[in-house]
Nanobody
Framework: QVQLAESGGGLVQPGGSLTLSCAASGITLMDYDMGWYRQTPGNERDLVAAISKGGLLNYDNDVKGRFTISRDNARLYLQMNNLKPEDTAIYYC?????????????WGQGTQVTVSS
């Protein structure tokens, strides 16, 4: 059914930038509210950015002003600027229910972002 595939992570220095991409098969991506989550060892996945079907944006305060979520017809993106060591995590994408309280589909493998000097 629905398969999610994240890409674009890597090792960057503090202050650097990365753009993450999410491809979703089995759905029409533009029909859903979508979000980016991140997870560090021992913690749950936290929603950090969301974009509604209508284009409304929402960000966690920790990333507001530094990250930008967007989409096109095929992929979901997360532009990450001025990266900090505390941004180090595995980043995942998923669809969101109307209350942004739960993901819609099985998780993909995520993509590792490591911010270190």
């Amino acid at each position: 059914q629905v398969q999610l595939a994240e890409s674009g992570g890597g090792l960057v220095q503090p202050g650097g930038s990365l753009t993450l991409s999410c491809a979703a098969s089995g759905i029409t991506l533009m029909d859903y509210d979508m979000g980016w989550y991140r997870q560090t060892p021992g913690n749950e996945r936290d929603l950090v950015a969301a974009i509604s079907k209508g284009g409304l944006l929402n960000y966690d305060n920790d990333v507001k002003g530094r990250f930008t979520i967007s989409r096109d017809n095929a992929r979901l993106y997360l532009q990450m600027n001025n990266l900090k060591p505390e941004d180090t995590a595995i980043y995942y994408c998923n669809g969101l229910n109307k209350y942004y309280s739960a993901p819609l589909w099985p998780w993909g493998q995520g993509t590792q972002v490591t911010v270190s000097s």
